[in-house]
């Protein structure tokens, strides 16, 4: 990663995406290496720290001095606040050290395959409860278990932990750099008092790692659209944690395919541009998504929305005003409950965002339009999914709806806060 972080922007902010991508890279290496793979993450390691070591030469990281500091009360807060979030977490793993429902029947359930089974792996997963859903976190999880020698239940939820404190960190210095430090704080107290977030963060489910990967991509092509010229590795890694996306859940193909459908957008008026966008992000998209497809062509069997569905009922499904006016019923209810908040945040937050005024020219900036455009049809697309399911539409919508907004939720907060005045977000014309 810091070999593609531009020169530019502070290397200290590699910190925060580095735990995402990171893990991305080892469920990737988990995957092709599964047994051994200690000798290929070391030997990766050594070469990496040699380039990274030889660059550092002509870039030496500038550390601040101590007196040039400075905490703001936002921040003091946010430091209260992750102090006593952090017991509650480790208090829910000990409580639930198995996870939830899926957390034990999906997600463990495939990381114990691959633990135990051998080179039989992928033939025991064809027994378990959904099969098809990818493997990232149950690769990690594989991983720390045979790094402990054992499988310890807890594991999954310290991963959990890992990737709530990773989007925490994600959102506040991604909002520091674009705005100014007090906003990024608030906002970061907000996602850390959104009590679904924390407590998926130890369900054990993949929820909260999607909602990072999200957050990383759309974090990363704002910091590119706010100065592009020579920042073309932030698209490389946005590339490739839009790809983690799809390696972490099905949802996550669905947020890749959003994500190039806006990249590409602009082609049909400035083709040349748009292609030397687009190019890098797929190159970085390209290990992950090659993941993606070999498992789901050599493991998974077909997806259940898919297996033995007729056009006919998909058609009668998809005219059926009965099930556009629940699901959007549905929508519009979940959208004020799924944070399960004592006190709903959004109307606070728009009214301060509003007295502080909004940034024309923000909302006119290629970066912020991108991942408004992804967010808008990653719903349309979620939309569409609850038309065609063929689950009983109420327990679907009832079951799955407040975590598919809780993937959104953490970059709805950036994307929301972005057009607030105090703007460092540089203007990019569409």
Same mark, same amino acid.
């Given at each position: !990663?810091?070999?593609?972080?531009?020169?530019?922007?502070?290397?200290?902010?590699?910190?925060?995406?580095?735990?995402?991508?990171?893990?991305?890279?080892?469920?990737?290496?988990?995957?092709?290496?599964?047994?051994? !793979?200690?000798?290929?993450?070391?030997?990766?390691? $050594?070469?990496?720290?040699?380039?990274?070591?030889?660059?550092?030469?002509?870039?030496?990281?500038?550390?601040?001095?101590?007196?040039?500091?400075?905490?703001?009360?936002?921040?003091?807060?946010?430091?209260?606040?992750?102090?006593?979030?952090?017991?509650?977490?480790?208090?829910?793993?000990?409580?639930?050290?198995?996870?939830?429902?899926?957390?034990?029947?999906?997600?463990?359930?495939?990381?114990?395959?691959?633990?135990?089974?051998? /080179?039989?792996?992928?033939?025991?997963?064809?027994?378990?409860?959904?099969?098809?859903?990818?493997?990232?976190?149950?690769?990690?999880?594989?991983?720390?278990?045979?790094?402990?020698?054992?499988?310890?239940?807890?594991?999954?939820?310290?991963?959990?932990?890992?990737?709530?404190?990773? #989007?925490?960190?994600?959102?506040?210095?991604?909002?520091?750099?674009?705005?100014?430090?007090?906003?990024? /704080?608030?906002?970061?107290?907000?996602?850390?008092?959104?009590?679904?977030?924390?407590?998926?963060?130890?369900?054990?489910?993949?929820?909260?790692?999607?909602?990072?990967?999200?957050?990383?991509?759309?974090?990363?092509?704002?910091?590119?659209?706010?100065?592009?010229?020579?920042? %073309? #590795?932030?698209?490389?890694?946005?590339?490739?944690?839009?790809?983690? /996306? +799809?390696?972490?859940?099905?949802? +996550? *193909?669905? &947020?890749?395919?959003?994500?190039?459908?806006? $990249?590409?957008?602009?082609?049909?008026?400035?083709?040349?541009?748009?292609?030397?966008?687009?190019?890098?992000?797929?190159?970085?998209?390209?290990?992950?998504?090659?993941?993606?497809?070999?498992?789901?062509?050599?493991?998974?069997?077909?997806?259940?929305?898919?297996?033995?569905?007729?056009?006919?009922?998909?058609?009668?499904?998809?005219?059926?005003?009965?099930?556009?006016?629940?699901?959007?019923?549905? &929508?519009?209810?979940?959208?004020?409950?799924?944070?399960?908040?004592?006190?709903?945040?959004?109307?606070?937050? @728009?009214?301060?965002? #509003?007295?502080?005024?909004?940034?024309?020219?923000?909302?006119?900036?290629?970066?912020?339009?991108?991942?408004?455009?992804?967010?808008?049809?990653?719903?349309?697309?979620?939309?569409?999914?609850?038309?065609?399911?063929?689950?009983?539409?109420?327990?679907?919508?009832?079951?799955?709806?407040? %975590?598919? *907004?809780?993937?959104?939720?953490?970059?709805?907060?950036? @994307?929301?806060?972005?057009?607030?005045?105090?703007? %460092?977000?540089?203007?990019?014309?569409?």
């Amino acid at each position: !990663m810091a070999m593609l972080w531009p020169a530019s922007l502070p290397r200290v902010w590699i910190w925060a995406f580095a735990p995402a991508l990171g893990c991305g890279a080892c469920s990737i290496i988990a995957s092709v290496f599964r047994r051994p !793979m200690f000798t290929v993450e070391f030997a990766l390691l $050594l070469v990496l720290s040699g380039i990274v070591a030889f660059r550092s030469r002509a870039m030496p990281i500038k550390m601040p001095a101590l007196r040039q500091w400075r905490v703001p009360a936002m921040g003091l807060i946010l430091a209260g606040a992750l102090g006593m979030s952090l017991p509650g977490l480790i208090l829910r793993t000990e409580r639930a050290p198995h996870g939830y429902w899926d957390g034990f029947a999906i997600w463990n359930m495939h990381a114990r395959f691959i633990y135990r089974d051998g /080179a039989n792996w992928k033939n025991g997963i064809q027994r378990t409860f959904l099969p098809d859903y990818p493997l990232l976190t149950p690769m990690l999880t594989a991983r720390l278990w045979r790094y402990a020698g054992q499988d310890a239940p807890e594991a999954g939820a310290m991963l959990g932990i890992a990737f709530v404190l990773s #989007g925490i960190a994600v959102l506040t210095l991604t909002l520091s750099q674009l705005r100014e430090k007090s906003l990024a /704080a608030l906002i970061a107290v907000i996602l850390l008092g959104t009590p679904n977030y924390l407590e998926h963060g130890t369900s054990q489910y993949a929820d909260v790692p999607l909602s990072v990967f999200i957050l990383c991509t759309i974090a990363l092509i704002c910091f590119y659209f706010q100065h592009e010229g020579g920042r %073309r #590795g932030l698209l490389v890694l946005a590339g490739f944690t839009a790809g983690c /996306a +799809g390696w972490t859940k099905n949802e +996550g *193909l669905l &947020f890749i395919a959003a994500t190039c459908g806006v $990249l590409l957008l602009p082609s049909l008026r400035k083709p040349a541009a748009t292609f030397r966008r687009f190019a890098p992000f797929s190159a970085g998209l390209l290990i992950p998504l090659a993941a993606i497809v070999f498992f789901k062509l050599t493991v998974a069997p077909p997806n259940y929305m898919l297996q033995g569905r007729q056009s006919q009922e998909l058609i009668r499904q998809m005219l059926d005003s009965g099930r556009h006016i629940a699901i959007l019923r549905s &929508f519009v209810s979940t959208a004020w409950t799924f944070g399960l908040w004592t006190v709903q945040p959004l109307i606070p937050l @728009l009214a301060f965002i #509003g007295l502080r005024k909004i940034d024309r020219e923000t909302l006119q900036s290629f970066g912020w339009l991108t991942g408004i455009g992804i967010i808008l049809l990653v719903l349309a697309g979620y939309y569409v999914v609850f038309l065609a399911t063929p689950i009983p539409l109420q327990y679907h919508l009832e079951s799955t709806l407040d %975590r598919l *907004l809780l993937h959104l939720w953490p970059s709805f907060l950036l @994307l929301i806060s972005l057009p607030s005045m105090g703007n %460092r977000f540089a203007q990019e014309s569409t």
